[in-house]
């Protein structure tokens, strides 16, 4: 069994920025991602790191604003996210078993976290 708990969320104000973390328990060391859900939106693929770190993936949405990346002695996935947007507004998921947008790869989820960005 994995248990993902993701934490750090909160209000900022647009262009500020917020650090996601996302503490992993039971069998870790895997590829990871990060999904966001807007309201009345579908969940959407947001960032993916491979187990070493070296490998990262970014949506066209937050490249070049958004670092994902991992301390597996510390079994922990990091999101930065800088010049945030009101449109960034969603809960944050982080999901552990690939680094892919496809949801289908994921076999364990935690529980989110919420990030509001008011204009």
């Known amino acids: 069994q994995v248990q993902l708990v993701e934490s750090g969320g909160g209000w900022v104000q647009a262009g500020g920025s917020l650090r996601l973390s996302c503490t992993a328990s039971?069998?870790?060391?895997?590829?990871m991602g990060w999904f966001r859900q807007a309201p009345g939106k579908e969940r959407e693929f947001v960032a993916g790191v491979g187990w070493s770190g070296h490998s990262t993936v970014y949506s066209d949405s937050v490249k070049g604003r958004y670092i994902i990346s991992r301390d597996n002695a510390k079994n922990t996935v990091y999101l930065q996210m800088n010049g945030l947007k009101p449109e960034d507004t969603a809960v944050y998921y982080c999901a552990r078993g690939s680094m892919n947008p496809s949801e289908y790869e994921y076999d364990y989820w935690g529980q989110g976290t919420q990030v509001t960005v008011s204009s």
């Open positions: 039971g069998r870790t060391l895997s590829d």
